[in-house]
Structures are given as structure tokens and as C-alpha cells.
């Protein structure tokens, strides 16, 4: 999927794209991940829609559910979604910055010859 260090670096329009892919999964990942806490949300604590919402992005954002679950099977479900969440978060930032990191590696580690 990279070019290895022998390799001349990506155009600025190749580069692009690649961040631009990265960030789509990215980006289609936090989508999932939302959809998996409000349907959670939805069904097991009853709520509406909108709160399930809401209740799903705190998690993902990192802030904490605004309404604490009431039944065992929702409190079981905030549990693991949680833990999940923390790990999304973590994957996403790898997503989008690893084209970056790898680019600067491998301008730092290239070497022309001449």
C-alpha cells in the first residue's frame, strides 16, 4: 500500500489522494460506529432517536453518555460500547495520520543520489 523507503515519494496529487481514502474510512468507520450506538441505545434503553444519538456521539467524542442506562442489558451494552468507543477513537487517529507520519519518514529516511 506504501512505497517503501527505495521508492521516490508520491506526487502532491497522489499524496492527496491517499489522505483523502484514509479519511473516507475513516470517516465511514465513525459513521458505523454511530449507527451501532444508537441502534444499541435505541433498543435496549428505549430511547428516542435523537438521544440515542446523542448518547452514542458523547461516547465517541470521549465526553460520557448523558443519560445513564437504567436496564441491565443497557448498562451492559454502555459497558462495551464505551470501551469500544475508546478504541474507534484511537484506530480513526492512526487512520488519518498514518499517511502523514509514513510521508514524513520517508522523506526524512530518502535518500538522493547524486
Not at 438521544?51 to 443519560?67: E, K, R, T
Request: positive net charge; charged residues 10%; proline residues 7%.
Amino acid at each position: 500500500m506504501y512505497e517503501s523507503k527505495s521508492e521516490p515519494l508520491l506526487t502532491p496529487a497522489q499524496f492527496l489522494r491517499r489522505l483523502s481514502l484514509h479519511a473516507a474510512f475513516a470517516l465511514a468507520l465513525l459513521v458505523g460506529s454511530l449507527g451501532i450506538g444508537m441502534a444499541g441505545y435505541h433498543l435496549l434503553e428505549n430511547l428516542p432517536w435523537l438521544d440515542a444519538f446523542l448518547n452514542a456521539s458523547m461516547l465517541l467524542g470521549g465526553m460520557g453518555p448523558v443519560n445513564p442506562p437504567q436496564s441491565p442489558g443497557g448498562k451492559l451494552f454502555a459497558g462495551l460500547y464505551a470501551l469500544y468507543a475508546g478504541l474507534v477513537f484511537l484506530v480513526t487517529v492512526a487512520l488519518v495520520f498514518s499517511p502523514i507520519v509514513h510521508r514524513l519518514m520517508h522523506r526524512f529516511h530518502w535518500r538522493q543520489d547524486s
